[in-house]
């Protein structure tokens, strides 16, 4: 462990959730300066525009002209739990919690109704491949994209 950082709770299931049991700690350091932030996600595509059709047409990722999206956070600023925060986190290379991707990444997607989009995905071929589970801070599920990438699907709790 880094010095300044802080142990999970010993209520985390496994390493690779720790984040999504305690948020806060996990990004607090105890430092005066602030750590760099997540400017953007860039992976490798074997067809990018066909990828970049499946996300758009099953995920609502339209992507620009020049090749990909701007995310704007504003639109979190109502979700409490999803207020300004993205997770940056490295998992175990011999876990299953990319699996049963053999990809070295995984994107979490926020979305506004977990069932409705499951259902959409589902009825559009694309399988379910765990989930939804419901966590402290909102419900996940999981699919695959069809380039064999582990794709997290994240409905914030609602703060109410």
Request: hydrophobic share 35%; glycine share 10%.
């Amino acid at each position: 462990m880094l010095p300044g950082s802080v142990q999970p709770p010993d209520r985390c299931r496994d390493t690779g959730h720790c984040l999504r049991q305690c948020p806060v700690r996990s990004f607090w350091r105890g430092e005066d300066k602030p750590s760099p932030r997540i400017g953007g996600v860039f992976f490798k595509a074997l067809d990018p525009k066909a990828l970049a059709e499946w996300y758009a047409t099953h995920l609502g990722v339209k992507t620009e002209d020049w090749g990909g999206v701007v995310f704007d956070w504003s639109a979190d600023q109502e979700v409490q739990s999803a207020k300004g925060v993205t997770v940056w986190h490295l998992a175990d290379a011999d876990g299953d919690w990319f699996s049963p991707s053999t990809s070295q990444v995984m994107i979490n997607y926020r979305v506004d109704d977990l069932e409705g989009l499951l259902k959409q995905l589902n009825e559009a071929g694309i399988e379910t491949v765990k989930g939804p589970d419901d966590e402290f801070n909102g419900r996940f599920a999981w699919v695959m994209d069809p380039e064999g990438n582990k794709v997290e699907l994240w409905q914030p709790k609602d703060p109410a």
